[in-house]
């Protein structure tokens, strides 16, 4: 039986649409289905090699509006088609404005078994379906081409010619297409004329992604995880704000703060944070920098009461929601 290449559709500005041909910032995302991009990729029939491609929408949704419920969507369907002897990997066409988000998730979620000689590799576009000059459909093929690379595994992200790694990878300008960056990690490699050159080791999936049955949550009982910025001038007052529960809101169970520096937080900030902490509220806080991560304690503040994570923080975020969610 021939072998399979499953798409899975999220939608995002590589299925968008302009009224225009030539405006590449004026569109609506996630306007074409999953099956019509596949048939705008040139030459995909010779990528595919032996391979049957097969589609399927998951959702059609602005990635900035993404919440757990499609996260949850996705990784059904991910695990569903990894378990499957015919099929050999996995594309998902996503946004790119929180594609790391569910790169990262699908990289903590996805159990490491289904990973071990296989990938999902996201991608997606800068520029929309309905462009004189779309990116998506280079990159479709760019990202086939990788999913079908023997050896290929773990969760992957490629775009503009470059496979980022879902631990690393971070959007970086909000036009360029060449919108991605893996920081001091570099990329895992690079895609040339459909051929897959790689640089660093390929992923390995972490060994103790939660069970899928375990964050099998209704979207309504996902623990709400904050995310505050620390910054000259802050204060306690949106931390204090944040506890006081209003009735309609799902009851708060952590907060992220991306600290200045190494982490650290405005002491105006950092009193408010200590009482929430004092209320049973997870708090976690990392480093606002591009590069590099929080390292050692800080003896120069109170700071050092706070976990740290060396994630950035939207990554942060996912990781203690999911922390949460499996030891409520
Ligand atoms: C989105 O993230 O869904 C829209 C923006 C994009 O894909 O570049």
């Known amino acids: 039986m021939r072998k399979k290449l499953v798409f899975l559709g999220m939608g995002g500005t590589i299925a968008g649409t302009a009224a225009s041909a030539?405006?590449?910032?004026?569109?609506?995302?996630?306007?074409?289905?999953?099956?019509?991009?596949?048939?705008?990729?040139?030459?995909?029939?010779?990528?595919?090699?032996?391979?049957?491609?097969?589609?399927?929408?998951?959702?059609?949704?602005?990635?900035?509006?993404?919440?757990?419920a499609d996260w949850q969507a996705l990784l059904y369907r991910v695990t569903h088609y990894l378990a499957m002897d015919t099929v050999t990997g996995l594309v998902v066409t996503?946004?790119?404005?929180?594609l790391e988000e569910t790169a990262y998730f699908l990289s903590r979620t996805v159990p490491a078994e289904l990973l071990s000689r296989k990938s999902v590799v996201l991608t997606c576009a800068m520029r929309p379906a309905s462009s004189l000059t779309p990116d998506g459909p280079g990159n479709m093929a760019?990202?086939?081409?990788?999913?079908?690379c023997p050896?290929?595994?773990?969760?992957?992200?490629v775009c503009a010619g470059k496979i980022h790694s879902a631990a690393h990878v971070?959007?970086?300008?909000?036009?360029?297409?060449?919108?991605?960056?893996?920081?001091?990690?570099?990329?895992?490699?690079?895609?040339?004329?459909g051929r897959v050159r790689l640089l660093n080791a390929w992923p390995a999936a972490p060994a103790n992604a939660p069970a899928v049955a375990s964050i099998a949550l209704p979207a309504s009982a996902w623990p709400r995880v904050e995310l505050l910025f620390s910054h000259a001038g802050a204060t306690g007052a949106v931390v204090r704000a944040l506890l006081q529960q209003d009735a309609g809101d799902a009851p708060l169970r952590g907060i992220v703060v991306?600290?200045?520096?190494?982490?650290?937080?405005?002491?105006?900030?950092?009193?408010?944070?200590?009482a929430a902490q004092g209320q049973g509220i997870r708090v976690v806080r990392v480093s606002r920098c591009a590069y590099g991560q929080v390292v050692g304690g800080s003896p120069s503040d109170r700071s050092g009461a706070f976990a740290a994570s060396g994630l950035s923080a939207v990554k942060a975020r996912i990781a203690l929601m999911l922390e949460i969610a499996e030891q409520p």
């Open 22 to 68: 030539g405006d590449n910032v004026g569109y609506t995302a996630a306007q074409v289905g999953v099956q019509a991009l596949l048939d705008s990729v040139p030459g995909l029939k010779a990528v595919l090699g032996g391979h049957t491609a097969l589609s399927e929408q998951v959702c059609q949704i602005d990635s900035k509006d993404l919440v757990p």
């Open 94 to 98: 996503h946004g790119t404005d929180t």
């Open 142 to 148: 760019d990202a086939a081409a990788v999913a079908l």
């Open 151 to 157: 050896g290929a595994e773990g969760v992957l992200v």
């Open 170 to 193: 971070q959007k970086v300008h909000p036009y360029r297409t060449d919108a991605f960056d893996s920081g001091e990690a570099g990329p895992v490699g690079l895609v040339e004329e």
């Open 258 to 274: 991306a600290g200045t520096g190494n982490g650290t937080i405005h002491q105006a900030m950092e009193t408010a944070l200590l």
